[in-house]
């Protein structure tokens, strides 16, 4: 079981199944709104990670 979020460089990351567990959505759901262009989620490494911030502005309809 990966960390309920990820600490980089202080900026706190959610993974999918950390959405999942927040929003009490489906898998698919959480990857569904983290491939959206408008999420600004990211691949480091083979994880795809949004950021609090991000994921913020995404829940509020707030383009980057």
């Known amino acids: 079981e990966t960390n309920i979020m ?3 460089c202080g900026i706190k990351m959610f993974s999918a ?9 489906t898998k698919e759901t959480a ?5 959206s262009k408008e999420s600004g ?3 480091i ?3 795809l990670l949004i ?4 994921l913020k502005r ?3 309809n707030e383009r980057n």
């Open 6 to 8: 990820e600490n980089m």
């Open 17 to 25: 199944q950390d959405i999942c567990k927040g929003l009490h959505v």
């Open 31 to 35: 990857y569904a709104i983290m491939k």
């Open 41 to 43: 989620a990211r691949y």
């Open 45 to 47: 490494g083979r994880k």
């Open 51 to 54: 950021s609090e911030d991000n």
């Open 58 to 60: 995404y829940l509020n």
